[in-house]
């Protein structure tokens, strides 16, 4: 059981928005600035898309956003493409000196 | 460019140990923290332990405090993951990752990773 809850699936259509929520604790989300969002495809490793809860690495789209508050932070992708489908890991810095993960969402683009 | 190149593949016998090599290049070896992680089938990341290439000095999360051991060689600027008394469980993929090495940050994520190293424990 992972530390950060999210959905297991989220699905959109082309075009559209989708947030994606991640739960966790005053220990590690509501506690630190240290969220972070990846992206992985199959077979790939992880790729970052949001650090520090809302900023983005160059070259990662601005239709990916990310926010916190208290204890959930979120990722909500806009204008929906076809090459979003992916699956999708929230991460947080913890009070035990560690990195917690979500056990990761399945983005099917309709 | 930050790369981080894996050693391949590995298949163990229960209670057996592991050991995975991550070289680093393209930025200042010594200047970054390395992390380790591991993802099982259908699961997660899941972060195992983080070393300070400057010192070699380690943390480990509990989970794994008694069995991993994170090594560095500052002169072929390459690190070590080793994983003792193997089980079913540690069947993974194993990554090495840096924080950001070209932009500014908390420095609180994994930004370049290592094409991960299979590791898969059957009898």
């Known amino acids: 059981q992972s530390a950060l809850t999210q959905p297991a699936s989220v699905s959109g259509s082309p075009g559209q928005s989708i947030t994606i929520s991640c739960t966790g604790t005053?220990?590690?989300?509501?506690?630190?600035?240290?969220v972070s969002w990846y992206q992985q495809h199959p077979g790939k490793a992880p790729k970052v898309i949001i650090y520090?809860?809302?900023n983005r690495p160059s070259g990662v789209s601005n239709r990916f956003s990310g926010s916190k508050s208290g204890n959930t932070a979120s990722l909500t992708i806009s204008g929906l493409q076809a090459e979003d489908e992916a699956d999708y890991y929230c991460?947080?810095?913890?009070?035990?000196?560690?990195?917690?993960f979500g056990g990761g969402t399945e983005l099917t683009v309709l | 460019q930050v790369q981080l190149e894996q050693s391949g593949a590995e298949v163990k016998k229960p209670g057996a140990s592991v050991k995975i090599s991550c070289k680093a290049s393209g930025y200042t070896f010594t200047a970054y923290y390395m992390y380790w992680l591991r993802q099982a089938p259908g699961q997660g990341p899941e972060w195992m332990g983080i070393i300070n290439p400057d010192g070699g000095s380690t943390t480990y999360a509990q989970k794994f405090q008694d069995r991993v051991t994170v090594t560095r060689d500052t002169s072929t600027t390459t690190v070590y993951m080793e994983l003792s008394s193997l089980t079913s469980e540690d069947t993974a993929v194993y990554y090495c990752?840096?924080?950001?090495?070209?932009?500014?940050?908390?420095?609180?994520?994994?930004?370049?990773w290592g094409q991960g190293t299979q590791v898969t424990v059957s009898s």
């Open positions: 990752a840096t924080p950001p090495i070209y932009y500014d940050s908390s420095g609180y994520l994994f930004d370049s």
């Open positions: 520090d809860v809302s």
């Open positions: 005053s220990s590690d989300i509501g506690g630190y600035k240290y």
């Open positions: 991460c947080s810095y913890s009070s035990s000196s560690s990195w917690v």
